[in-house]
T-cell receptor, first 113, second 113 residues
Framework: DTEVTQTPKHLVMGMTNKKSLKCEQHMGHRAMYWYKQKAKKPPELMFVYSYEKLSINESVPSRFSPECPNSSLLNLHLHALQPEDSALYLC????????????FGQGTRLTVV | AQSVTQLDSQVPVFEEAPVELRCNYSSSVSVYLFWYVQYPNQGLQLLLKYLSGSTLVKGINGFEAEFNKSQTSFHLRKPSVHISDTAEYFCAVIGGATNKLIFGTGTLLAVQP
């Protein structure tokens, strides 16, 4: 199984809502990542978890709150988002942090209204 | 710090023609180089990677890339493209102390019949 599974595929939320994005992998990878991708732009790194601990936060606003409950799961909790936060959110995993191959999920298309 | 430059934002090409997508990197240390493909509304899929050894790297879907240290380039080539190759292609680098995957701005390969 070389899949990274993200749910939901699409999400529309209001600016006062609280929602969560979920990411799951069963490859035994110990590093997991959240990226944000705006239209026609490259993915931008948001967070890195290594061995279930947050190792990198790329100065992401606190309205985005990551969580890694176990080695297979990665969540991104969303609260009080702005319309400019609308984007494709990609999860990825690799064997170890900085490893030479990252596997990406299909992404969650988020629209903030 | 590492960076990646993809000078061509879009490359139109006719079906069955050859194509080259250009990528240049800058780094003062050894790097690992990657090409990822992103089909519309999808996540990223690794096409190929250069870690060390032979400078000609073969990947999936008939793509190959050549690492040229003197020109700091890692151009992607395919001798004959198909309509199904229409996608966004990202060059990326890992290197130095950060171990982060840094993406170029992407090149849209538009294959026309």
């Amino acid at each position: 199984d070389t899949e990274v599974t993200q749910t939901p595929k699409h999400l529309v939320m209001g600016m006062t809502n609280k929602k969560s994005l979920k990411c799951e992998q069963h490859m035994g990878h110990r590093a997991m990542y959240w990226y944000k991708q705006k239209a026609k732009k490259p993915p931008e790194l948001m967070f890195v978890y290594s061995y279930e601990k947050l190792s990198i936060n790329e100065s992401v606003p606190s309205r985005f709150s990551p969580e890694c409950p176990n080695s297979s799961l990665l969540n991104l909790h969303l609260h009080a988002l702005q319309p400019e936060d609308s984007a494709l959110y990609l999860c990825a995993s690799s064997r170890l942090s900085g490893d030479t191959e990252a596997f990406f999920g299909q992404g969650t298309r988020l629209t903030v209204v | 710090a590492q960076s990646v430059t993809q000078l061509d934002s879009q490359v139109p090409v006719f079906e069955e023609a050859p194509v080259e997508l250009r990528c240049n990197y800058s780094s003062s240390v050894s790097v690992y180089l990657f090409w990822y493909v992103q089909y519309p509304n999808q996540g990223l899929q690794l096409l190929l990677k250069y870690l060390s050894g032979s400078t000609l790297v073969k990947g999936i879907n008939g793509f190959e890339a050549e690492f040229n240290k003197s020109q700091t380039s890692f151009h992607l080539r395919k001798p004959s493209v198909h309509i199904s190759d229409t996608a966004e292609y990202f060059c990326a680098v890992i290197g130095g102390a950060t171990n982060k995957l840094i993406f170029g701005t992407g090149t849209l390969l538009a294959v026309q019949p």
